[in-house]
Protein backbone atom coordinates (compact mmCIF):
# COMPACT_ATOMS: atom_id res chain seq x y z
CA UNK A 1 0.00 0.00 0.00
CA UNK A 2 1.09 3.82 -0.83
CA UNK A 3 2.40 5.77 2.53
CA UNK A 4 2.80 9.36 1.66
CA UNK A 5 6.25 9.42 3.83
CA UNK A 6 7.53 5.68 3.54
CA UNK A 7 10.30 4.23 5.63
CA UNK A 8 12.12 2.66 2.08
CA UNK A 9 14.08 -0.61 2.92
CA UNK A 10 17.56 -0.95 3.24
CA UNK A 11 18.13 -2.73 -0.05
CA UNK A 12 16.80 0.92 -2.25
CA UNK A 13 14.38 -1.40 -3.29
CA UNK A 14 11.07 0.64 -4.19
CA UNK A 15 8.53 1.50 -6.97
CA UNK A 16 7.52 5.43 -7.45
CA UNK A 17 4.28 5.58 -8.70
CA UNK A 18 1.88 8.14 -10.14
CA UNK A 19 4.21 11.27 -11.02
CA UNK A 20 4.98 12.91 -14.23
CA UNK A 21 8.33 11.52 -15.30
CA UNK A 22 11.01 13.12 -17.03
CA UNK A 23 12.92 9.92 -18.68
CA UNK A 24 14.94 12.32 -20.78
CA UNK A 25 15.17 16.48 -21.55
CA UNK A 26 14.86 15.00 -25.16
CA UNK A 27 12.11 12.76 -24.56
CA UNK A 28 8.36 13.23 -23.71
CA UNK A 29 7.28 12.74 -19.90
CA UNK A 30 5.18 9.63 -18.92
CA UNK A 31 2.43 11.03 -17.12
CA UNK A 32 0.95 8.83 -14.04
CA UNK A 33 4.34 6.58 -14.43
CA UNK A 34 6.14 3.81 -12.32
CA UNK A 35 9.72 4.15 -11.71
CA UNK A 36 10.88 0.51 -10.16
CA UNK A 37 14.11 0.72 -8.27
CA UNK A 38 15.74 -2.56 -6.96
CA UNK A 39 19.57 -2.38 -4.84
CA UNK A 40 20.59 1.06 -6.08
CA UNK A 41 19.46 0.52 -9.70
CA UNK A 42 16.22 1.46 -11.94
CA UNK A 43 15.52 -1.48 -12.68
CA UNK A 44 12.17 -0.48 -15.07
CA UNK A 45 10.34 2.87 -15.87
CA UNK A 46 6.83 2.77 -17.77
CA UNK A 47 3.02 3.39 -17.16
CA UNK A 48 1.14 1.63 -14.28
CA UNK A 49 1.67 -1.77 -16.07
CA UNK A 50 5.22 -2.08 -13.93
CA UNK A 51 3.57 -2.46 -10.97
CA UNK A 52 2.53 -5.87 -12.24
CA UNK A 53 5.99 -6.50 -11.76
CA UNK A 54 7.36 -5.09 -8.94
CA UNK A 55 7.08 -7.99 -6.60
CA UNK A 56 6.20 -6.57 -3.25
CA UNK A 57 8.56 -3.10 -3.61
CA UNK A 58 7.29 -0.88 -1.32
CA UNK A 59 4.99 1.64 -3.96
CA UNK A 60 5.61 5.44 -2.75
CA UNK A 61 2.78 7.81 -3.96
CA UNK A 62 4.26 10.19 -6.03
CA UNK A 63 0.96 11.71 -7.30
CA UNK A 64 0.66 15.55 -8.36
CA UNK A 65 4.63 15.20 -8.43
CA UNK A 66 7.21 15.34 -11.09
CA UNK A 67 10.30 13.17 -11.10
CA UNK A 68 13.80 13.84 -13.15
CA UNK A 69 17.45 12.06 -12.88
CA UNK A 70 19.33 13.17 -10.08
CA UNK A 71 20.72 17.03 -10.52
CA UNK A 72 24.13 17.96 -10.91
CA UNK A 73 25.60 21.31 -9.70
CA UNK A 74 29.07 21.70 -11.38
CA UNK A 75 30.18 24.51 -9.46
CA UNK A 76 30.48 24.48 -6.26
CA UNK A 77 33.28 24.92 -3.46
CA UNK A 78 33.72 23.20 -0.05
CA UNK A 79 35.98 26.20 1.34
CA UNK A 80 33.94 27.47 3.66
CA UNK A 81 34.64 27.71 7.34
CA UNK A 82 32.05 25.45 8.15
CA UNK A 83 33.73 22.14 5.95
CA UNK A 84 37.23 23.10 7.80
CA UNK A 85 38.61 19.39 9.61
CA UNK A 86 35.93 17.70 7.43
CA UNK A 87 37.33 14.25 9.10
CA UNK A 88 36.13 15.38 12.53
CA UNK A 89 33.26 17.31 12.37
CA UNK A 90 30.44 14.90 13.80
CA UNK A 91 28.27 13.03 11.16
CA UNK A 92 24.75 13.91 12.16
CA UNK A 93 25.92 17.64 11.86
CA UNK A 94 27.96 16.71 8.76
CA UNK A 95 25.03 15.39 7.35
CA UNK A 96 22.71 18.63 7.99
CA UNK A 97 25.26 20.93 6.10
CA UNK A 98 25.35 19.07 3.55
CA UNK A 99 21.72 18.81 3.34
CA UNK A 100 21.22 22.84 3.50
CA UNK A 101 23.58 23.44 0.85
CA UNK A 102 23.11 20.62 -1.76
CA UNK A 103 21.02 16.97 -1.56
CA UNK A 104 17.67 19.07 -0.35
CA UNK A 105 17.78 20.83 -3.92
CA UNK A 106 17.73 17.81 -5.49
CA UNK A 107 21.69 17.32 -6.24
CA UNK A 108 23.31 13.98 -6.48
CA UNK A 109 26.49 14.58 -8.25
CA UNK A 110 28.79 18.18 -7.57
CA UNK A 111 32.07 19.53 -8.77
CA UNK A 112 33.61 21.02 -6.63
CA UNK A 113 35.82 24.26 -8.43
CA UNK A 114 38.39 25.41 -5.68
CA UNK A 115 38.86 24.20 -1.84
CA UNK A 116 41.44 22.38 -0.19
CA UNK A 117 42.38 19.14 -1.63
CA UNK A 118 43.22 16.88 1.37
CA UNK A 119 40.18 17.88 3.34
CA UNK A 120 37.48 17.91 0.44
CA UNK A 121 39.07 14.51 -0.20
CA UNK A 122 38.30 13.76 3.48
CA UNK A 123 34.54 14.43 2.89
CA UNK A 124 34.31 12.86 0.34
CA UNK A 125 35.49 9.63 1.83
CA UNK A 126 32.96 9.88 4.52
CA UNK A 127 30.00 9.93 1.97
CA UNK A 128 31.38 7.46 -0.15
CA UNK A 129 32.08 4.64 3.09
CA UNK A 130 28.38 5.49 4.00
CA UNK A 131 28.90 7.30 7.02
CA UNK A 132 27.25 10.70 6.04
CA UNK A 133 24.88 10.57 3.29
CA UNK A 134 25.48 12.92 0.39
CA UNK A 135 26.18 13.44 -3.31
CA UNK A 136 29.03 12.15 -5.31
CA UNK A 137 31.80 14.82 -5.33
CA UNK A 138 34.28 15.38 -7.98
CA UNK A 139 36.94 17.79 -7.29
CA UNK A 140 39.63 20.16 -8.66
CA UNK A 141 41.14 20.88 -5.75
CA UNK A 142 42.90 24.36 -5.00
CA UNK A 143 43.13 26.35 -8.52
CA UNK A 144 45.77 27.28 -9.94
CA UNK A 145 46.61 31.27 -10.01
CA UNK A 146 49.51 34.06 -11.29
CA UNK A 147 52.03 34.86 -8.84
CA UNK A 148 50.40 37.57 -6.24
CA UNK A 149 46.71 37.13 -7.87
CA UNK A 150 45.44 35.02 -4.46
CA UNK A 151 42.82 37.22 -2.11
CA UNK A 152 43.24 38.69 1.21
CA UNK A 153 43.16 36.91 4.37
CA UNK A 154 40.97 39.46 5.43
CA UNK A 155 38.65 39.13 2.11
CA UNK A 156 38.48 35.34 2.59
CA UNK A 157 37.40 36.13 6.59
CA UNK A 158 34.96 38.76 5.06
CA UNK A 159 33.49 35.61 2.70
CA UNK A 160 33.89 33.41 5.38
CA UNK A 161 36.22 30.58 3.54
CA UNK A 162 39.39 28.90 4.69
CA UNK A 163 42.62 30.02 3.76
CA UNK A 164 43.44 28.06 1.02
CA UNK A 165 47.35 27.73 -0.31
CA UNK A 166 46.87 28.52 -4.10
CA UNK A 167 49.48 26.93 -6.75
CA UNK A 168 51.23 29.91 -8.14
CA UNK A 169 52.42 29.44 -11.19
CA UNK A 170 54.69 32.01 -13.42
CA UNK A 171 55.17 29.95 -16.40
CA UNK A 172 53.80 26.99 -18.80
CA UNK A 173 56.24 24.35 -17.17
CA UNK A 174 55.36 25.99 -13.71
CA UNK A 175 51.89 25.30 -14.99
CA UNK A 176 52.29 21.49 -16.05
CA UNK A 177 54.05 20.42 -13.09
CA UNK A 178 51.54 22.45 -11.21
CA UNK A 179 48.57 20.81 -12.83
CA UNK A 180 50.41 17.46 -12.80
CA UNK A 181 51.31 17.27 -9.19
CA UNK A 182 47.02 17.77 -8.51
CA UNK A 183 46.50 15.07 -10.71
CA UNK A 184 48.72 12.66 -9.48
CA UNK A 185 47.31 13.61 -5.67
CA UNK A 186 43.98 12.45 -7.32
CA UNK A 187 41.87 15.65 -8.46
CA UNK A 188 39.21 14.70 -10.77
CA UNK A 189 40.04 18.10 -12.75
CA UNK A 190 42.00 21.31 -12.84
CA UNK A 191 40.76 24.98 -12.37
CA UNK A 192 43.06 27.52 -13.28
CA UNK A 193 42.32 31.47 -12.46
CA UNK A 194 42.72 33.96 -15.17
CA UNK A 195 42.47 37.15 -13.40
CA UNK A 196 45.45 39.78 -13.67
CA UNK A 197 47.32 39.93 -9.91
CA UNK A 198 47.83 42.25 -7.80
CA UNK A 199 48.88 45.69 -8.91
CA UNK A 200 51.65 45.94 -11.02
CA UNK A 201 51.62 41.85 -10.80
CA UNK A 202 51.93 39.72 -13.84
CA UNK A 203 48.78 37.84 -15.34
CA UNK A 204 48.34 34.08 -15.68
CA UNK A 205 51.83 33.04 -17.74
CA UNK A 206 51.46 33.03 -21.24
CA UNK A 207 51.60 29.03 -22.31
CA UNK A 208 50.05 28.35 -19.09
CA UNK A 209 46.50 27.37 -20.24
CA UNK A 210 48.00 25.04 -23.05
CA UNK A 211 50.15 23.47 -20.78
CA UNK A 212 47.61 22.78 -17.73
CA UNK A 213 45.50 21.56 -20.52
CA UNK A 214 47.97 19.32 -21.83
CA UNK A 215 48.24 17.84 -18.61
CA UNK A 216 44.58 17.74 -18.24
CA UNK A 217 44.11 16.04 -21.63
CA UNK A 218 46.63 13.15 -21.19
CA UNK A 219 44.61 12.65 -17.19
CA UNK A 220 41.17 12.22 -19.11
CA UNK A 221 40.50 15.03 -16.84
CA UNK A 222 38.17 18.15 -17.66
CA UNK A 223 40.28 21.83 -17.15
CA UNK A 224 37.84 24.94 -15.99
CA UNK A 225 38.92 28.19 -15.80
CA UNK A 226 37.66 31.38 -13.46
CA UNK A 227 37.55 34.50 -16.45
CA UNK A 228 37.32 38.11 -15.60
CA UNK A 229 36.42 39.65 -19.42
CA UNK A 230 36.24 38.50 -22.66
CA UNK A 231 39.64 38.31 -23.65
CA UNK A 232 39.83 35.75 -20.80
CA UNK A 233 36.95 33.73 -22.51
CA UNK A 234 38.79 33.94 -25.76
CA UNK A 235 41.86 32.73 -23.92
CA UNK A 236 40.62 29.76 -22.25
CA UNK A 237 38.72 28.49 -25.23
CA UNK A 238 41.51 29.06 -27.63
CA UNK A 239 44.00 27.17 -25.02
CA UNK A 240 41.99 24.44 -24.07
CA UNK A 241 39.90 24.88 -21.96
CA UNK A 242 36.74 22.49 -21.30
CA UNK A 243 34.60 24.63 -18.99
CA UNK A 244 34.35 28.16 -19.25
CA UNK A 245 33.22 28.19 -15.09
CA UNK A 246 31.27 32.09 -15.20
CA UNK A 247 30.02 34.83 -17.36
CA UNK A 248 31.55 38.05 -17.41
CA UNK A 249 29.52 40.66 -17.08
CA UNK A 250 31.46 43.56 -16.19
CA UNK A 251 32.95 43.14 -19.52
CA UNK A 252 29.69 44.24 -21.46
CA UNK A 253 27.86 41.86 -24.35
CA UNK A 254 29.81 38.82 -26.03
CA UNK A 255 30.24 39.99 -28.97
CA UNK A 256 31.06 37.50 -32.08
CA UNK A 257 34.78 37.01 -31.68
CA UNK A 258 33.78 35.33 -27.93
CA UNK A 259 30.93 33.07 -29.06
CA UNK A 260 33.06 31.86 -32.34
CA UNK A 261 36.08 31.60 -30.15
CA UNK A 262 33.76 29.11 -27.87
CA UNK A 263 31.55 27.98 -30.28
CA UNK A 264 34.75 26.59 -32.30
CA UNK A 265 36.87 25.08 -29.41
CA UNK A 266 33.17 23.62 -28.26
CA UNK A 267 33.62 24.70 -24.66
CA UNK A 268 30.72 24.36 -21.94
CA UNK A 269 29.62 27.47 -20.06
CA UNK A 270 28.39 27.45 -16.27
CA UNK A 271 26.49 31.10 -15.98
CA UNK A 272 26.16 31.27 -12.61
CA UNK A 273 23.95 34.19 -12.54
CA UNK A 274 22.25 34.30 -9.03
CA UNK A 275 26.27 35.04 -8.05
CA UNK A 276 26.24 37.93 -9.79
CA UNK A 277 23.08 39.07 -8.65
CA UNK A 278 24.29 38.71 -5.14
CA UNK A 279 27.07 40.19 -5.36
CA UNK A 280 25.87 43.57 -6.81
CA UNK A 281 23.33 43.84 -3.79
CA UNK A 282 24.84 46.46 -2.34
CA UNK A 283 25.35 48.95 -5.81
CA UNK A 284 22.67 51.22 -6.85
CA UNK A 285 19.39 49.53 -8.07
CA UNK A 286 20.49 50.33 -11.52
CA UNK A 287 24.14 49.42 -11.46
CA UNK A 288 22.81 46.26 -10.04
CA UNK A 289 20.06 45.18 -13.17
CA UNK A 290 22.68 46.43 -15.67
CA UNK A 291 25.02 43.81 -14.42
CA UNK A 292 22.85 41.12 -14.19
CA UNK A 293 21.24 41.96 -17.43
CA UNK A 294 24.57 41.74 -18.71
CA UNK A 295 25.22 38.15 -17.44
CA UNK A 296 21.40 37.08 -18.83
CA UNK A 297 22.40 38.47 -21.93
CA UNK A 298 25.35 36.55 -22.51
CA UNK A 299 24.15 33.67 -21.42
CA UNK A 300 21.11 34.14 -24.18
CA UNK A 301 23.58 34.83 -26.61
CA UNK A 302 25.52 31.75 -25.90
CA UNK A 303 22.57 29.54 -25.92
CA UNK A 304 21.05 30.83 -29.06
CA UNK A 305 24.07 29.74 -30.91
CA UNK A 306 23.72 26.64 -29.41
CA UNK A 307 25.94 26.48 -26.65
CA UNK A 308 26.24 23.58 -23.74
CA UNK A 309 25.35 24.99 -20.97
CA UNK A 310 25.96 23.22 -17.14
CA UNK A 311 24.27 24.54 -14.32
CA UNK A 312 26.11 26.10 -11.30
CA UNK A 313 25.76 28.17 -8.24
CA UNK A 314 29.19 28.94 -7.27
CA UNK A 315 29.03 30.61 -3.75
CA UNK A 316 27.09 33.55 -3.11
CA UNK A 317 23.98 32.79 -3.99
CA UNK A 318 21.56 33.39 -0.55
CA UNK A 319 21.12 30.36 0.90
CA UNK A 320 21.91 27.94 -1.46
CA UNK A 321 18.47 27.95 -2.93
CA UNK A 322 18.95 28.02 -6.33
CA UNK A 323 15.85 28.77 -7.65
CA UNK A 324 16.88 32.79 -8.44
CA UNK A 325 19.47 30.53 -10.74
CA UNK A 326 16.76 28.76 -12.33
CA UNK A 327 14.46 31.61 -12.92
CA UNK A 328 17.60 34.28 -14.29
CA UNK A 329 18.03 31.09 -16.70
CA UNK A 330 14.40 31.04 -17.48
CA UNK A 331 14.92 35.02 -18.27
CA UNK A 332 18.01 34.27 -20.83
CA UNK A 333 15.89 32.14 -22.66
CA UNK A 334 16.26 28.63 -22.13
CA UNK A 335 13.29 26.46 -21.94
CA UNK A 336 12.45 23.87 -19.30
CA UNK A 337 14.09 21.17 -21.44
CA UNK A 338 17.03 23.18 -21.34
CA UNK A 339 17.61 23.88 -17.80
CA UNK A 340 16.64 20.38 -17.45
CA UNK A 341 19.29 19.23 -19.64
CA UNK A 342 22.21 21.28 -17.81
CA UNK A 343 20.91 20.10 -14.78
CA UNK A 344 21.23 16.37 -16.32
CA UNK A 345 22.39 15.01 -19.12
CA UNK A 346 24.88 17.85 -19.92
CA UNK A 347 26.91 17.16 -17.24
CA UNK A 348 27.00 13.84 -17.19
CA UNK A 349 28.19 13.63 -20.73
CA UNK A 350 30.57 16.23 -20.35
CA UNK A 351 31.89 14.16 -17.53
CA UNK A 352 32.22 10.79 -18.78
CA UNK A 353 29.23 9.23 -16.57
CA UNK A 354 26.50 9.41 -19.60
CA UNK A 355 25.97 5.77 -19.47
CA UNK A 356 25.39 5.40 -15.45
CA UNK A 357 23.36 8.71 -14.90
CA UNK A 358 21.33 11.56 -16.35
CA UNK A 359 18.62 9.85 -17.25
CA UNK A 360 15.78 7.36 -15.91
CA UNK A 361 16.58 4.31 -17.90
CA UNK A 362 16.62 0.59 -16.92
CA UNK A 363 20.31 0.12 -15.64
CA UNK A 364 21.15 3.50 -14.55
CA UNK A 365 21.93 4.21 -11.16
CA UNK A 366 18.41 5.17 -8.82
CA UNK A 367 19.42 8.89 -8.57
CA UNK A 368 16.44 10.70 -9.04
CA UNK A 369 14.86 13.68 -7.80
CA UNK A 370 11.20 14.11 -6.54
CA UNK A 371 9.77 17.56 -6.12
CA UNK A 372 6.56 19.36 -6.51
CA UNK A 373 5.11 21.57 -8.81
CA UNK A 374 5.04 21.46 -13.21
CA UNK A 375 8.04 22.84 -14.23
CA UNK A 376 7.04 23.86 -17.24
CA UNK A 377 4.84 26.30 -16.07
CA UNK A 378 7.11 27.66 -13.03
CA UNK A 379 10.58 26.81 -13.45
CA UNK A 380 11.04 27.22 -9.78
CA UNK A 381 9.89 23.87 -9.10
CA UNK A 382 12.63 22.35 -9.43
CA UNK A 383 13.61 23.81 -6.06
CA UNK A 384 11.02 22.03 -4.46
CA UNK A 385 12.21 18.85 -4.00
CA UNK A 386 9.97 15.84 -1.93
CA UNK A 387 12.59 13.28 -2.13
CA UNK A 388 16.68 13.14 -3.27
CA UNK A 389 17.76 9.67 -3.88
CA UNK A 390 21.29 8.21 -4.67
CA UNK A 391 21.28 5.12 -5.85
CA UNK A 392 17.86 3.97 -4.36
CA UNK A 393 18.64 5.01 -0.78
CA UNK A 394 16.78 8.46 0.44
CA UNK A 395 18.86 11.76 1.20
CA UNK A 396 16.62 14.26 1.65
CA UNK A 397 13.00 13.94 2.46
CA UNK A 398 10.89 17.42 3.14
CA UNK A 399 9.51 17.11 6.25
Given amino acids: MADSDPSFPADGSSA??????????????????VVLLRSGKISEVGGREVLDRSSGAPSVDCSGLSIAA??????????????????????????????????????????DLGSPWENTARLRSRIDSGEVPGPQIRSTGPGLIAPGAGPADLVLAMMGVMKTDLPEVADANEAATAAKKLLDAGVDGIKIFLKPGSPG??????????????????????????????????????????????????????????????????????????????????DRVSAAERIT???????????????????????????????????????????????????????????????????????????LVVFRGDPTLDIRALADVRWTFRGGRVLYRAC
Avoid at 16 to 33: F, H, Q
Avoid at 75 to 80: A, D, G, I, K, R
Avoid at 231 to 250: E, L, S
Avoid at 317 to 345: C, H, K, N, V, W
Fill in 70 to 111: GFWNSHVHFFERKWADAGAIPAPELARQIRAMLTRYGFTSVF
Fill in 16 to 33: LVGGTIYVSPAEEPIRDG
Fill in 293 to 367: GTAVGQLRAWNDAGGEVLFGTDLGAAEYDPSDEYALMGEAGMSFRQILASLTTVPAAKFGDSARVGRIAAGYDAD
Fill in 201 to 282: GPSFPEGGIAAASGEARRAGKPLFAHPTGSADVIAAAQGGVGVIAHTTPHSGPWDEGVLGAMSESRVALTPTLALWKHFSRH
